[in-house]
């Protein structure tokens, strides 16, 4: 049986439909109830979790009218954010715009912010007071900052220590303060604690700018102050700091003294524990919590993060909400773009099943990550989760880091496929 | 008014796009095709070709593909990431996504 929704839009296309839209009372920039059964979604940020969404809503039901609300024009990604911190691309490459996602795949693109969500009302309100109505919502406001984590430090010291870590405005002025550092000098870090976005990202980072020191600044030091005693590729990273760096890397962990006490903001200096470190140029990470727009919609527990189904990530405080990326609670999935994207799919294909009343896919998640060390040395973990018990959990014996000792041949594949994986995954979200 | 406006879509419709409509339906989502838009992230949209490292997989012949992912998950046939991921997916799973990946366009 034909659906009206679908004979509206294939309407359109002949040529009907827009002079039949024009006529219907109460048509509005996203539909108003009652005015076309044409399901309506609205989907909260941009990035690898909601362009995710978005996109393959409509590939899986071109019918659905999908709205994606996001603030800025152009997205710059934290994957590859590094690597232009190293020089290796340039900015344009790691940018893109949402015109495929609006002229391709006929997902409406609003550029603005929301300033409120009603779950009660199905109602999201932007900043300008335009009120949208939705049948599902989906929230993928990625991650906030706790900036009153660290005592010295706050939101107002960022331009001149930048955490870099939403990539664009930050990225550029850590590019800069990198190019201007005095030759000997000394950059410091300090990563946060878990959980927190890209689990390799600080690491990597420190790799791409080895990288840029070796080349043009090759007294320069690194430190690492770390809130963790371990992280995630440790023993790949160390291995190729070694072989690529020698000893320009220092990570300090926090048990033995790389816990941050507090910061002197104006000297750039870091205190711990067990001493003081003074930075030519400082990037604090700091600790994290789900995006703003969560908190502001009900949809975060204590922890700070977006509890969710596990299958369909919607929401176990307000149904017909999702929370899709690195703001929601998705078991043992790291907070990556590649997970983001892989359970945007997964809520997607929900959303179109339950509206449709087919029976909800349960495909498995995945994330692959790769790292550079160096310019031609790649690293990668992957994993593949399923539902168990209702938990997402990595399928036992799949997965895991690249080998240790690995020849160049085999590392200098995986840069390869570094790069690969980002045109690809851009591709599929943003470019196609 | 509503109801006749309604009516009257569906008359103009069908007489105007009858062989269209069935492209606007959207259908069950099968778990190989949602596994394989996952496999897109890596491989290209729509399994094409992204111009990057990567080798696409729109139309890759079924049989080979099923053969090289079972050999790369038992260690047989060398890899750097791939193998480590088809160790994620049962032999079923796996002949499943490369009939839908083999059945797109390239």
């Known amino acids: ?37 044409a399901a309506r979604v609205v989907v909260i940020g941009g990035g690898f979790g909601g362009a995710s969404v978005a996109k393959y809503l409509k590939r899986f039901d071109s019918s659905i009218d999908v709205t994606l609300i996001e ?103 850590l590019y800069k303060q990198i190019r201007e550092m005095p030759q000997g000098g000394t950059f410091i870090m300090c990563p946060p604690g878990n959980p927190f976005r890209c689990p390799p990202g600080p690491y990597e980072r420190v790799s791409m700018i080895a990288d840029y020191f070796k080349r043009n600044n090759p007294t320069a030091k690194i430190i690492i102050l770390d809130a963790k005693d371990k992280f995630s590729k440790q023993g790949l990273f160390q291995e190729g700091w070694k072989a690529l760096y020698g000893d320009m890397i220092q990570w300090i962990s926090a048990s033995s003294g790389g816990k941050v006490s507090h910061i002197d903001a104006k000297t750039k ?52 909400i999702h929370v899709v990326g690195d703001s929601s609670i998705a078991g043992k999935m790291p907070k990556s773009g590649h997970s983001a994207a892989s359970q945007g799919k997964m809520c997607a294909a929900s959303i179109v099943a339950k509206l449709n009343g087919y029976t909800v896919p349960t495909a498995k998640n995945v994330n692959t990550c790769y790292s550079l060390v160096g310019a031609d040395y790649g690293i990668s973990v992957a994993a593949v989760y399923q539902l168990v018990d209702g938990s997402i959990v990595p399928v036992k014996g799949a997965g895991g880091v690249s080998p240790m000792g690995a020849d160049a041949g085999f590392r200098k594949n995986e840069a390869n496929y570094a790069h690969g994986w980002y045109k690809s995954i851009t591709m599929d979200l943003w470019n196609s | 008014m509503q109801k006749t406006l309604s009516r009257l879509a569906k008359i103009m419709a069908i007489a105007a796009i009858a062989p269209l409509s069935s492209a606007a339906q959207a259908g069950e989502i099968s778990n190989a095709e949602l596994s394989a838009t996952t496999c897109f992230q890596c491989h290209g949209a729509e399994g094409k070709a992204s111009g990057g490292s990567i080798p696409p997989l729109a139309g890759y012949p079924e049989k080979v593909m099923v053969q090289q992912l079972l050999d790369m998950k038992s260690g047989k046939r ?20 490369a009939k839908y990946l083999g059945s797109l366009k390239p």
């Not at chain 1, 009660?120 to 009153?148: C, H, M, W």
């Not at chain 1, 030519?280 to 922890?303: E, R, W, Y």
């Open chain 1, 1 to 37: 049986m034909l659906k009206r929704r679908s004979l509206i839009k294939a309407m359109a296309a002949t040529g009907f439909g827009g002079s039949l839209m024009a006529t219907l009372p109460g048509c509005s920039l996203n539909g108003t109830k009652g005015s076309s059964d």
């Open chain 1, 71 to 173: 603030p800025k024009k152009s997205y710059m990604t934290c994957p590859g954010s590094n690597w232009y911190l190293a020089g290796l691309v340039d900015a344009k490459t790691i940018t893109h715009s949402y015109e495929s996602l609006r002229d391709k795949h006929g997902v409406n693109i609003i550029h603005s912010t929301v300033s409120m969500v009603s779950p009660a009302a199905k109602q999201v309100t932007l900043n300008d007071g335009r009120v949208l109505d939705y049948d599902k919502l989906v929230v993928s406001p990625g991650i906030e900052f706790k900036y009153d984590a660290i005592e010295g430090y706050s939101e107002d010291v960022i331009e001149q220590i930048p955490h870099a870590y939403k990539a664009g405005p930050q990225t550029e002025l």
């Open chain 1, 269 to 320: 200096t870091v205190y711990t524990d067990f001493g003081q470190y003074k930075a030519d140029v400082l990037n604090i990470i700091p600790p994290q919590k789900a995006g703003n727009i969560a908190f502001a919609a009900g949809l975060t527990n204590d922890s700070g993060w977006c509890p969710v189904d596990q299958q369909t990530f919607e929401s176990t405080i307000h149904p017909d």
């Open chain 2, 78 to 97: 060398a890899s750097t990431v791939m193998g480590r991921h088809a160790l994620g997916y049962s032999d079923d799973e796996i002949r499943a996504i």
